[in-house]
């Protein structure tokens, strides 16, 4: 089985800054891309970024120059710094991962238990 735990979640000033971390652990042959979803009350889900296996990014337009997602494939980990925090980056923050279990698989994903982010104004 394989398990996400995200931590680092909290409460921020409009302004300041928070960074996400999610360990991957469990039957894990590899990584394939890796990513940060949001969803604020009363709204779908949405993609924050994501990154390849070869760390190649990609944000929303509504992070871009203010979040950066990075991976330390060593310890199967996906990083969210988010700077420059705003009040309507509030949401909770879940990590997704495509986990290959076993060589010449397709990936399957898993998510994370979620992360609340408060930013207050």
């Known amino acids: 089985q394989v398990q996400l735990v995200e931590s680092g979640g909290g409460l921020a000033q409009a302004g300041g800054s928070l960074r996400l971390s999610c360990a991957a652990s469990?039957?894990?042959?590899?990584?394939?891309?890796m990513g940060w979803y949001r969803q604020a009350p009363g709204k779908q889900r949405e993609l924050v970024a994501s990154?390849?296996?070869?760390?190649?990014?990609n944000y929303a337009d509504s992070v871009k120059g203010r979040f950066t997602i990075s991976r330390d494939n060593a310890k199967n980990t996906v990083y969210l710094q988010m700077n420059s925090l705003k009040p309507e980056d509030t949401a909770v923050y879940y990590c997704?991962?495509?986990?290959?279990?076993?060589?010449?698989?397709?990936?399957?994903?898993?998510w994370g238990q979620g992360t609340q982010v408060t930013v207050s104004s």
């Open positions: 997704n991962a495509g986990i290959i279990i076993r060589s010449y698989s397709f990936p399957q994903y898993f």
């Open positions: 990154i390849t296996s070869r760390s190649s990014p």
């Open positions: 469990g039957s894990i042959f590899s990584i394939d891309s």
